[in-house]
């Protein structure tokens, strides 16, 4: 699961503004995972509450993400080219909204992750590929 928290101040986006970056930074795991893996959480943040350099900032917007179903394994390369996907999900939205923006990730080992009580199925199993095509998460007997 790639979970993206995306924390910006009160009312910045619109509902339709919302969907289509959320749509956006979905649109860069799903050659690989279900698109259901992918969960993009809007936070509002008070005006007052949002600081940079010790200075409010009315235009600050923070993505954070955090990768669970795949991980890099220390892959500098790997880990550079997924931030130029990011950037290029998101760059040219935030820059039209005037947003002062910044992105990083963080990486939780598979085995701290569930959906539904069920540990996923290993990447690139028959499982997972069922769970992509139906684009939910489905029982199935876990093999060790």
Do not use: C
């Not at 900032?57 to 923070?62: E, F, I, T």
């Not at 935030?94 to 990447?123: C, F, N, R, V």
Request: no cysteine.
């Amino acid at each position: 699961m790639p979970l993206w928290r995306v924390y910006h101040p009160d009312n910045y986006f619109t509902a339709t503004e919302k969907t289509k970056l959320a749509r956006s930074i979905t649109s860069v795991y799903t050659h690989l995972l279900p698109a259901f893996y992918v969960e993009v959480f809007f936070i509002p943040m008070s005006s007052s509450s949002m600081y940079q350099g010790g200075e409010v900032r009315q235009n600050l917007v923070r993505l954070v993400g955090e990768h669970i179903a795949r991980n890099f394994g220390g892959d500098k390369d790997r880990m550079q080219g997924m931030m130029k996907r990011i950037t290029g999900a998101v760059q040219e939205f935030l820059e039209s909204k005037g947003a002062e923006w910044e992105a990083h990730i963080a990486e939780t080992s598979y085995d701290l992750w569930t959906i539904q009580g069920m540990q996923p199925p290993q990447p690139g199993s028959e499982e997972e590929t069922l769970w992509k095509k139906e684009n939910r998460a489905i029982p199935y007997t876990l093999k060790n």
